[in-house]
């Protein structure tokens, strides 16, 4: 059932289903913002609830995010393909790096709707409504330079999609039109047997509009195929370059998500 319109915030297109939990608006609550609805409090309180990690797991992902930008842009780059950018929030690719070039792509109408808000005096970086799993038209954007070397994001995203949906040839399609010199930087959550609750969050995501697909670190490392991994290579989110050695912590596993910058040759 869809929320009566006098429920709907001025914000929430008319297309999206308020009754059905989301990722970018779960995503969203996890890390503290308002794009979100009771459907995906619910729901994030349930998954709390069997993955008490999750909340430290998507600040995480975050911080990663922000060291791997702020790595691209050190080695030059000066454009951003940013792909399941979600709701924006603390620390968005425009704001870590000004100077640079950003399409950010989602295929969640409330993530686009905000960064159309957000973004409607920067000429530099632009949202579009689009898929993953559907190149071409992200790729038709004008917003970037295909000549120019980019870094393509995909962070915490690959896993929101099934093999069904060919996410390995839709990856290497992106690869494809990017020039020598470009990086690919990802981020996906990690299949492996000693993780507790795996059941519990399985059957949970199946009730929302993403279920998920966790991969073991061959599968993930599959999506660099003939790329250079940059050092560490693909590990937890904390270990990859952190700022302080402290910050990587004990138990490093418990952010869920493997991470890996890797670097067009
Ligand atoms: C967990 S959020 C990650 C947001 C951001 N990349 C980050 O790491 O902070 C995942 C995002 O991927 C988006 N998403 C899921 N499937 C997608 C697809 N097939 N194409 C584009 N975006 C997708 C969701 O809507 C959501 O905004």
């Given at each position: ?45 349930k ?39 979600g ?16 399409l ?11 960064s ?38 995909m962070?915490?995203?690959l ?29 996906h ?20 509009a ?5 991969r ?50």
């Open positions: 059932m869809l929320c009566m319109s006098s429920d709907r915030p001025s914000w929430a297109p008319e297309s999206i289903d308020l009754d059905r939990p989301n990722a970018a608006r779960v995503y969203d609550y996890l890390l503290g913002g308002a794009a979100n609805f009771e459907t995906d409090r619910a729901f994030a309180e998954l709390l609830e069997v993955m008490p990690q999750a909340r430290s797991a998507a600040r995480l992902n975050r911080a990663f995010l922000r060291r791997a930008v702020r790595f691209c842009v050190s080695e030059g780059i000066g454009q951003f393909l940013d792909i399941g950018s709701v924006p929030t603390a620390g968005n690719v425009h704001e870590i790096a000004p100077d640079a070039r950003v950010y792509v989602d295929n969640e109408p409330v993530a686009v709707t905000h159309e808000l957000l973004l409607s005096d920067n000429p530099k970086a632009s949202p579009l409504l689009g898929d993953l799993t559907n190149p071409e038209p992200v790729l038709a954007s004008q917003l970037l330079d295909y000549t120019q070397p980019i870094a393509l994001l962070v915490a995203v896993h929101f999609i099934p093999d069904e949906a060919m996410p390995q040839e839709a990856v290497a399609r992106f690869v494809s039109a990017l020039p020598s010199g470009s990086f690919v930087v990802l981020s959550a990690v299949e492996r047997d000693s993780l507790q609750g795996r059941v519990e969050v399985d059957r949970l995501y199946e009730t929302s993403n279920p998920g697909v966790r073991t670190p061959d599968q993930i490392m599959a999506f660099l195929d003939g790329l250079d991994l940059v050092e560490p290579g693909l590990v937890w989110t904390p270990q990859w370059r952190p700022e302080l050695p402290e910050d990587v912590g004990d138990h490093p596993e418990s952010s869920l998500v493997m991470a890996a910058v890797a670097r067009k040759p």
